[in-house]
């Protein structure tokens, strides 16, 4: 009985044994693989944010040229001449190394017939500027901004490119160097966890910027090896592979950059998963060594593992709430086109979701569509302002052009992952149910679903909405209008549900509520500096304008008035614009945006900390005080006047 006792006593510790042995092994095993695989995630978001980074830094240089090359255009077309345009492109380098970004080195052009230097450059006599790459691929491109190849400076070692912009008169062109000094360094952070490095190449295998300095201007395409690697990341963009590299096993992860260029991180996969390794080597050590420190070791073990996944899921929570704020952002800016439409978006994505709810979808989807109704008229980045906000009727070729967006919409948003409604919403979203709509003329449930409910989610919102000629038009008017639409432009059901929803709202809150005039206070000793704000302002009909050339007399207008916006000069006499700001707080909650000569950093910061909304320096361009002051008004739903 005691051996037999005994031979229970070992087979229940060789099955136990073995029991742990297996369940160790499995819990290692898909530990390992979940941990390879949140690597390999962990290194596509370093790739992701890289690229984000590196394409906003190149996307601020293009819209840096769009905007100067606009301002010469506009001072050709006023007749300046040479010295006004040389003192402009002057200022603008200046401006441009000192207060945006010193590897924007220097703005030139070939303008009328005369080659002008923003940064005093005098060329060779034997230099044909019309000869030069920066101009010719300008022309080529025909008035789009052209990104020069890059090339290595013998002089400085530094990797330059130069964009280019054909102006208005097909001769012209403007060009903006810049040294490639930010690039590197984003480049020399791309790792992940200390481990691996990456490098920037264009289509010829040249090395544009590289984790190590003395790699760039290398041309990497006569280099066997990094041939082979630099093909596969090109035609592997966004994903990551495994392959030898030098004899060593190596993962590869690559992104396209503006479509043009690739960014490149390689990681040893010693040093990828050492850490993984280790952990699984030391327990299955241990978990032959002791039973006892086995069944510790996984308690331990599991209690780790769980800390780690919680850690992730906090992370994916973090990254999911940032894709909403990317997504919110965005809205926002597409709203920023229309000046008559404010929070456009936002209304007709809450709707939609109201909708979907109703209609009895998951919560999942009721997400979905709301993202999609919240991008609908992301095709409206490509209209022009003057048609966008026209105050009064459009022309059939100004139409022809609105009915572009959502064909717009859709090859932006086309290749968004995740979400095929947001492509599909923005695309469709103007389809009518009896197939008089556009662009491809669908009828009925041919139209995408999600379509359809932001289809009348976006009518509704058109009608309850102010336009510079009336204001949201009476809940029964766009009543009718909706029974008028069944079956017609709506479908029926969608229509109905919006119809309920109405019905439900009996204080009209589903409309946009914020008026379209805005009133703006211009405070300045200057009676010139007031006379330049209001020739500016005033070509905007929803601005009305108060002018006060002191802070005694811009309180006591705000005493008597309600303002919207405070433009507050800071240099004035007796009560300057500080202490004319402290006495506003104390009664009043109204946005002010500082106007100053002064640029020293110091007043940056201070104003910085009193919480004024922006603040411009004198002499300022009139877009830039246009854009400054719509954006004070747009962008925080901020009431101004008197606190009661």
Not at 424 to 443: M, Q, S, T
Not at 466 to 484: C, D, F, G, H, W
């Amino acid at each position: 009985m005691k051996g037999k006792n005994k031979g229970h006593f070992f087979v229940t510790v060789i099955v136990t044994l073995a029991a742990l042995v297996f369940l160790s092994v499995y819990i290692m095993t898909t530990f390992y693989q979940n941990a390879r695989r949140d690597a390999l995630a962990l290194g596509a978001s370093t790739m992701a944010q890289e690229k984000e980074q590196m394409e906003r830094y190149l996307s601020r240089a293009l819209d840096i040229i769009q905007i100067t090359s606009m301002e010469v255009e506009y001072l050709l077309k006023q007749e300046a001449d040479h010295e006004v345009i040389l003192d402009f492109l002057e200022n603008e380098s200046d401006y441009y190394t000192n207060n945006v970004d010193e590897d924007f080195t220097g703005v030139y052009g070939w303008i009328r017939g005369e080659y002008l230097d923003g940064i005093g450059w005098v060329p060779d006599e034997d230099y044909v500027p019309t000869e030069r790459v920066w101009y010719t691929d300008a022309v080529a491109a025909d008035g789009k901004p052209a990104m020069i190849s890059p090339y290595l400076d013998a002089q400085t070692g530094t990797i330059m490119i130069s964009i280019s912009r054909l102006l208005y008169d097909k001769e012209s062109v403007i060009s903006l160097d810049i040294s490639l000094g930010t690039l590197q360094s984003l480049t020399e952070m791309i790792n992940i966890s200390g481990h691996g490095y990456g490098f920037i190449i264009d289509r010829s295998g040249f090395v544009i910027a590289h984790s190590d300095s003395s790699e760039r201007g290398k041309e990497y395409m006569v280099e066997e090896d990094k041939t082979a690697l630099i093909k596969k990341a090109i035609s592997s963009v966004g994903n990551s592979f495994d392959m030898k590299l030098n004899g060593t096993e190596v993962t590869v992860f690559s992104d396209a950059i503006l479509s043009d260029w690739y960014v490149i991180m390689v990681v040893d996969n010693r040093e990828l998963f050492s850490e993984v390794s280790k952990v699984i080597v030391q327990s299955s050590f241990m978990s032959i060594l002791v039973l006892g420190v086995i069944v510790v070791f996984c308690f331990v073990e599991m209690r780790r593992t769980n800390r780690y996944l919680i850690k992730l899921q906090e992370s994916r929570e973090e990254l999911k709430h940032l894709n909403a704020s990317i997504l919110w952002v965005l809205a926002k800016t597409i709203d920023a086109k229309d000046q008559y439409t404010r929070g456009h978006s936002v209304r007709v994505a809450n709707y939609s979701r109201e909708i979907a709810k109703r209609m009895g979808k998951t919560e999942e989807e009721q997400e979905k569509i709301y993202n999609a109704a919240l991008l609908h008229d992301v095709g409206k980045i490509r209209i022009a302002d003057e048609i966008i906000n026209k105050p009064g009727k459009l022309t059939e070729e100004e139409y022809a052009h609105i009915k572009l967006h959502p064909v717009c919409g859709y090859h932006i948003l086309k290749s968004l992952s995740g979400n095929t409604m947001v492509a599909v919403g923005a695309k469709f979203h103007h389809e009518r149910y009896d197939g008089g709509g556009y662009p491809n003329g669908l009828a009925g449930e041919n139209i995408p679903e999600c379509a359809r409910i932001i289809g009348v989610a976006d009518a509704y919102d058109a009608m309850a909405s102010n336009r510079s000629y009336r204001k949201a038009l009476p809940q029964t008017v766009i009543r009718e209008e909706m029974l008028k639409g069944k079956g017609t432009q709506f479908d029926p059901v969608i229509a109905d549900i919006m119809i309920e929803m109405m019905d439900a709202d009996r204080e009209y809150q589903m409309r946009q509520t914020d008026e379209l005039q805005r009133t703006i206070l211009i405070v300045d000793d200057e009676i010139i500096n007031i006379k330049l704000v209001l020739n500016t302002l005033e070509s905007q009909p929803m601005y009305k304008l108060l002018t006060a050339e002191s802070g005694e007399e811009a309180l006591e207008i705000l005493r008597n008035n309600h303002v919207d916006l405070v433009l507050l000069d800071i240099v004035m006499p007796g009560m300057d614009g500080f202490e004319t700001l402290k006495r506003m707080r104390e009664i009043y909650h109204v946005p002010v945006v500082f106007m100053t000569v002064t640029k020293e950093l110091s007043l940056i910061k201070q104003t910085g900390t009193l919480g004024v909304e922006d603040y411009i320096t004198k002499p300022f361009l009139p877009l830039i005080l246009l854009e400054t002051v719509y954006g004070a008004l747009s962008w925080e739903n901020k009431e101004g006047g008197k606190e009661e």
